[in-house]
């Protein structure tokens, strides 16, 4: 691995381009479950996370981290005391967010099992989740359980879903199911972009308030 800076992004071209090459090939190993031949960009980071807006004590939920493009910006907007936890599915890029990111929180498994990964770690319920999930890729079973969990994690608060997906895949039959899901869960729903810088282009959703 390569250095990192302060905000724990790859230093180097030498580094993104390493970066580049792993997810590739945990694409070609996975390529339901990664979703995406690249890492996203700092552009399509920056749309995703925004401003976070948490006190102290709140918490960030990231699912699918990947080699860390959103964790970097999540980590760059963290105010102090804000609290954060990144679930991701893959033992290769769980092991190099652990030593990318020392001072963050990675748990190896589902998105899906959220409320007992909060329970075991004695965690409140985040106010905030970025997923960087392949929704278009999932099957069913594993939208409903992520659905579920957001649900269970963010009715009744004042908080948000974040995520994005492909303006190619846009139309998929999936990526409609994923958004039906959500629509017939959440009352508002926003749809920012395309980020066109990103590899391919991104639209950015966000859904808020219980139905
Ligand atoms: C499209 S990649 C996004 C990676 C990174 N967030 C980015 O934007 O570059 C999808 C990520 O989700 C992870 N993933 C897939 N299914 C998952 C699940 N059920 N729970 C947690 N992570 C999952 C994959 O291993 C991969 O890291």
Redesign the pocket.
């Known amino acids: 691995m390569g250095p990192t800076t302060d905000a724990g992004e790859p230093e180097s071209a030498r580094s993104r381009l390493r970066d580049g090459i792993d997810f590739f090939g945990n694409f070609l190993r996975n390529p339901g ?4 031949v690249v ?2 960009s700092r552009y399509l980071a920056r749309a995703l996370v925004g401003r976070l807006e948490l006190q102290p004590g709140e918490l960030v939920v990231e ?5 860390g ?2 964790t970097s910006a999540i980590r760059a907007s963290l105010p102090p005391g804000a609290r954060y936890l990144g ?4 033992t290769r ?1 769980h092991d190099l967010l652990t030593s990318r990111y020392p001072d963050l929180d990675f748990h190896l498994g ?3 099992d959220i409320v007992a990964v909060l329970a075991q770690r004695e965690l409140p319920r985040p106010l905030r989740i970025i997923s ?3 929704f278009a890729s ?1 099957p069913p079973a ?1 939208q409903d359980g992520v659905a579920d969990g957001i649900v269970h994690c963010l009715h009744g608060t004042a908080g948000d879903f974040r995520t994005f997906q492909y303006v190619h895949a846009y139309g998929l039959r999936a990526a409609r199911r994923f958004r039906d899901l959500m629509s017939e869960r959440f009352a508002s729903f926003e749809r920012i972009g395309p980020v066109v810088r990103n590899v391919p282009p991104a639209f950015v959703l966000r859904y808020w308030g219980a139905r």
């Open positions: 479950s990664i979703g995406a890492p996203s699912y699918g981290p990947g080699t493009p959103v679930i991701e599915l893959d890029f589902s998105a899906a960087g999930l392949p999932l594993v």
